[in-house]
């Protein structure tokens, strides 16, 4: 099949869980002998990575416009080069699905998560993600939810049914430590929080809470995000010694970090399945997560849950939990993302839903 990726930042993966996502899923398609090409919104020395073809267009750098321009471009590009089927991410950017089908081109939309719900969205942001759920029920020939409490939402509101794939792990773990030595951490001894640095993901009431915690472990708050620079500032604003904020980190280095943690803290409140905590899960990482139907749908009983009020009594328990009990969840955690989450299933699904398309 020739294919084409639609509404990430590109790849390689620098920026969130679309980006890995479209990574992970284009080159394996590849792997089984497809031609896939990635609409990126960063130029990339080479016009292909690991057998993807990429595909450069600019975008207007604004927090409400970027990805909405970038879609828009990339639309028009794809009508002139008639790969045989696209994949577009985001609901966001659903109005412009129609497009491709028009010309014979069909497509399929992951809608992500319930993004309107993201407090850095205003009144119109949120209306155009409102709009944007809509039309997603309606523009593209078929409808990615990757977790099953989006497929239930989209069923009962709109009386859509979506096709539910849900999101792959990469559970290999790092035996290497260098970022760890960069960064002053000792494998073990450092709790880790991973994700964009938005009001959403609750990165400063990790922080809050973790000072509030008596204990020599350390905590890495690993993230960046274009558009909240007010916000990161918060977060930035601690003269704890024992919190670590580098900014991003990809690639190896955030593989080790995931794989050395003593315990990983999922705060996210809005979206999907979210990549990194189910990469942390399967890396056997001891995992405390925020208590909101998504993210117990993700770790079962293989976590332990926590409330915005109760994180920093969590992490107390956790500390105090005897080593037995703490395996036994880490053991938990990297057995269920083996069982539900394997990339190697979720490229059949989309495998086999592309090609239905194109039949």
């Keep these: 099949m020739r294919l084409a990726i639609v509404g990430t930042r590109g790849i390689p993966a620098r920026y969130g869980g679309f980006e890995t996502f479209a990574e992970e899923l284009s080159t394996r398609l590849v792997a089984r002998g497809h031609q896939v090409t990635v609409y990126c919104r960063q130029p990339h020395p080479e016009p292909r990575y690991r057998g993807v073809d990429l595909a450069y267009l600019p975008t207007l750098r604004h927090k409400y416009l970027d990805t909405v321009v970038h879609a828009f471009l990339c639309t028009l590009h794809l009508l002139f080069h008639r790969p045989q089927a696209a994949l577009y991410c985001n609901a966001a950017v659903a109005c412009f699905t ?3 089908r028009l010309w014979g081109v069909p497509v399929a939309l992951n809608v992500d998560g319930l993004e309107r719900n993201r407090k850095k969205w205003n009144l119109l942001g949120r209306l155009w993600y ?6 997603s029920t309606i523009c593209p020939n078929a409808v990615v939810s990757d977790a099953e409490h989006i497929h239930e939402y989209y069923l009962e509101r709109y009386r859509k049914p979506t096709t539910f794939i849900p999101y792959g792990a990469d559970a290999a773990r790092a035996s290497t430590t260098g970022v760890l030595d960069q960064l002053g951490l000792q494998p073990g001894r450092y709790f880790l929080y991973v994700s964009r640095l938005e009001p959403e993901n609750n990165a400063l009431l990790v922080r809050q809470a973790f000072e509030r915690v ?6 890495a708050l690993i993230g960046d995000a274009p558009y909240a620079a007010d916000y990161i500032r918060q977060v930035r604003d601690t003269s704890d010694p024992r919190i670590v904020i580098p900014g991003a980190v990809y690639g190896e280095g955030y593989r080790e970090l995931t794989s050395h ?6 705060a996210t409140e809005v979206g999907g399945t979210h990549p990194a905590l189910i990469e942390a899960m399967g890396r056997g990482a001891l995992t405390l997560y925020l208590r909101t139907e998504e993210n117990e749908e993700v770790a079962g009983g293989a976590g332990i849950v926590f409330t915005h009020e109760t994180l920093a009594e969590t992490i107390q328990s956790v500390l105090a939990m005897p080593e037995s009990e703490r395996g036994r969840f880490r053991r938990l955690a990297a057995q269920r993302v083996r069982e539900r989450y394997s990339w190697h299933a979720v490229t059949d699904a989309y495998e086999k839903l592309l090609e239905d398309l194109i039949r």
Aim: aromatic content about 14%; proline content about 5%; glycine content about 4%.
């Design 98 to 100: 129609w497009m491709p």
């Design 130 to 135: 409102q709009l944007g759920e809509r039309l």
């Design 214 to 219: 008596s204990t020599d472990l350390k905590l």
């Design 261 to 266: 943690c003593f315990a990983y803290i999922h």
